[in-house]
């Protein structure tokens, strides 16, 4: 339960990444000099200290049938107490503990949702699920409330349904507990970013129990008063009945922001900027603390949801889980971008960039209930564990629209010297009449098995079928005449998605496993934005789901008395029906093509080597080509974007003693390429890629009593300058953040 405001990183060092991929390629053959070793271990007790346990051994979701071990898929589970030793306060500081996960920059900061990045070279911020349930919403979501991140990677059509085509992230919210707890903490960082959380639970009864998790923030990002930020949020819950046989509980989660954005940063004088002018050729970086916003730019988000749960044990060995969660968030941001540079005269101090006033007003609501059913049981002489479901789900987003001329029109700014407290007057937002509102509404069905065949071999599997409708209305209006004009697209459809996995167990904390799983993406599955029909837009409503296959071939060992997981896996992801194309101009006739191949490998390490020194580590590697498309970045032979070839993770800490813990890590991001046109030069691209970076942290803890301890962070030690990512044109970047130290003060009664 601490705080940072950005971890970022510094560039390339050929050492450090030689090391990372060493750790990977010698710790999986060693997992089998472990096993046969813990015969003669037994005598050594290697127990795991609870509160630095980084290994989590089944995840959260009933629909995984079997412990991870022996689920033959690529999953990450990112515990609290990894979130708390860096600091970490949002969800996207924390996915920075696994490999193969990239962010990205919106146009001038529209993007749909806060939290936007892709997973395995596909799209994934409308993968992420809140205790299993689609969240949806323009939020960066906050790490305050969350017992532990948990990341599948490759297609998840059958554990999540529509979309997913790289994998889905799911966070597991905190709960109360019988135990008595008081936790707090309180963080200073260096640049002025305050933040206190809480976290209080207490039992009542004979069973049950009240928790409540709390935060405040305020400071800016940047160490800069233009950017101060502000959140707030509260999750207060309840449960009756822990440890019988019918368990309720009842929680919510109550955030607001309210944000000065930040339209990013001229990407002038970086590695592979380029510009038709000579003198900006070479001319030097601006600041990386010059905001180019207007005073009144703001970002205001207020997201809620409702959650009821009720668990009832049917028999010894059955489960019902029944849920019901009503979330609704609004997103208002009014944000000054920046476009064009322009050399008004020789002199660098009279350049400017031109800027452009972009509006997101934004809401979404997500009503959702479902009823799972887990049992184990013998039939035909073989043991099964059983999860089949039923799920109903409504989602809505409306974005009304705001007139253009209301807005304001912004000056250019000066390129190096902006003026921070410029003011535009004449702001006063006004709504248009204009719209897009969109829903799509599901019921699913499932079913999972894992069958055991005897000691060595399982087979583990699922299918599921849902029924989907989306529509989209929009109100489309006319500057002119003043006239609002409506259209309505609607889709239904029935999809069906299956994944299936043979395990082989040569001892009995270790697997060899061989999966196939499936997913499907309807016309606007991701945005509700459906398209007219016989257009050349994917989200058109005449077009079918593009359809993705995952082929996945990997081993799993719980070693050194299973305190340490190990995992390595090949896997290779197909998707098709990507693009539209005219093929009949008369009939105006569209067909879909394209076939888009990520393959690669992905290795872990999650757990204690001994029992002071803990470790959470991954590579991955990715290797995308478009099959067979169309032209430019959809042509043959071009990369996917934003999917770096290399990518690796690692943290560990050591503990001395009672009071003293030290550790650190490295995060690695190979090349990102964003230009992806086959004939297109680079040399004279704008900023063709995002270079590959390292960025190291250090941190060190010392508990001064029972009950309180500090602290110490230390984020890109090595102070480097990098890019965290870059808007589809290159003019604009988020640079990550240059060496700073966080303090934080931990109190646990």
């Known amino acids: 339960m601490t705080i940072r405001s950005r971890k970022h990183s510094l560039a390339s060092q050929p050492l450090l990444n030689q090391s990372l991929i060493a750790m990977a390629a ?36 009933p629909k995984l049938t079997a412990p991870l071990v022996d689920t033959p898929q690529t999953i990450s589970v990112i515990k609290k107490e990894v979130i708390q030793e860096q600091g970490a306060s949002s969800i996207v500081e924390a996915l920075r503990n696994t490999p193969g996960i990239t962010l990205q920059l919106g146009e001038n900061g529209n993007t749909s949702a806060g939290d936007t990045f892709q997973m395995r070279g596909f799209a994934a911020q409308n993968s992420i699920f809140v205790d299993g349930i689609r969240d949806l919403g323009a939020v960066s979501r906050e790490a305050f409330n969350i017992e532990q991140v948990e990341v599948a990677k490759g297609p998840a059509g059958a554990d999540i349904g529509r979309g997913a085509a790289g994998g889905y992230i799911n966070l597991v919210s905190k709960l109360p507990t019988r135990e008595d707890s008081t936790a707090a903490s309180l963080a200073f960082t260096q640049g002025g970013v305050k933040r206190a959380t809480a976290d209080v ?64 940063t001229p990407s002038v004088g970086m590695e592979g900027f380029y510009n038709a002018g000579e003198a900006l050729r ?26 009821a749960k ?44 031109s800027r452009s006033r972009q509006s997101v007003l934004q809401e979404n609501k997500v009503l ?73 509404d599901t019921i699913g069905a499932y079913l999972f098995d894992t069958i055991k065949l005897n000691d060595q071999w399982q087979i583990n599997g699922g299918v ?84 993705t296959t995952n082929l996945e071939l990997g081993t799993k060992w719980d070693v050194i008395q299973k305190q340490l997981a190990l995992t390595a896996a090949v896997y290779r992801t197909t998707n098709k029906n990507e693009f539209p194309q005219l093929v009949d101009a008369a009939t105006n006739t569209y067909a879909q093509l394209g076939k888009r191949q990520v393959q690669g490998i992905e290795l872990g390490a999650v757990g204690q080597i001994t029992k002071n020194w803990s470790v959470t580590a991954g590579l991955a590697t990715m290797d995308t080509e478009i099959k ?67 960025v190291v942290d250090l941190m060190a803890s010392y508990k001064l009593q029972k009950n309180i301890s500090l602290q110490l962070n230390v984020y890109n030690v090595f102070d480097k300058f990098y890019l965290n990512s870059l808007n589809n044109s290159g003019a604009r970047a988020s640079l990550g953040a240059p060496r700073y130290a966080q303090v934080t003060a931990n109190f646990q009664f």
């Not at 999986?28 to 630095?52: G, H, I």
């Open 310 to 353: 009720i668990e009832h044990e049917l028999a010894p060995k059955t489960t019902l889980t029944n849920t019901t969660r009503y979330g609704k968030s609004k997103m208002d941001r009014i944000l000054t971008g920046i476009n064009t540079l322009t050399m008004v005269t020789p002199a660098p101090s009279s350049w400017t960039v």
């Open 26 to 61: 010698i710790g999986l053959p060693l997992s089998a000099a472990a096993q046969a070793q813990e015969k003669t271990m037994a005598e050594v007790k290697v127990e795991a200290a609870a509160e630095t346990s980084y290994k989590a051994d089944r995840a959260s979701s």
């Open 628 to 694: 067979e498309g169309l032209t430019g970045g959809n042509a043959p032979g071009a990369v996917s974007r934003w999917s770096p070839k290399f990518s690796a993770t690692l943290w560990t800490t050591y503990k001395y003693n009672d009071a003293l813990t030290v550790g650190g890590g490295a995060r690695h991001q190979g090349k990102q390429m964003r230009l992806i046109d086959v004939n297109a030069t680079p040399a004279t691209s704008n900023m063709p890629s995002i270079p590959a970076y390292t």
């Open 464 to 547: 599921r079928y849902e029924r989907y409708d989306t529509e989209t209305n929009v109100g489309t209006h006319n500057t002119t005449t003043n006239v609002v004009t409506a259209t309505h697209f609607d889709k239904s459809d029935t999809l069906a998605s299956y994944k299936a996995g043979v395990v082989y167990k040569p001892t009995v904390d270790g697997t060899v496993y061989l999966a196939v799983a499936t997913s499907q993406t309807p016309p606007g599955s991701a945005n509700f934005s459906l398209a007219a029909q016989n257009t050349n837009s994917i989200n058109s409503a005449s077009l079918d789901p593009q359809k």
């Open 282 to 307: 070479v001319a030097p970086r601006v600041d990386r603390n010059n905001w180019y916003g207007i005073k009144g730019d703001y970002e205001d988000v207020d997201a809620d949801m409702v959650t």
């Open 201 to 264: 639970t207490r039992s009542f009864g004979s069973s049950g129990a009240l928790r409540l998790n709390a935060m405040v923030q305020d400071g800016s990002v940047k160490g800069a008063n233009a950017l101060d930020r502000e959140s707030k949020a509260i999750a207060p819950s309840i449960a009756w009945g822990l440890g019988s046989p019918t368990r309720i509980y009842l929680f919510s989660q109550h955030v607001r922001q309210n944000n000065v954005p930040d339209g990013g």
């Open 368 to 440: 959702a209930n479902t009823t799972n059913i887990v049992s184990e049981f013998e039939l035909g002489g073989l043991k099964h564990t059983v999860s089949t479901g039923l799920e109903l789900l409504s989602e809505e987003q409306f974005s009304p629209a705001r007139l253009a001329s209301s807005l304001g029109t912004a000056p250019a700014a000066n390129l190096y010297h902006p003026d921070r407290n410029a003011v535009l007057t004449g702001f006063k937002p006004v709504l248009s009449g204009g719209f897009s509102k969109g829903q799509t």
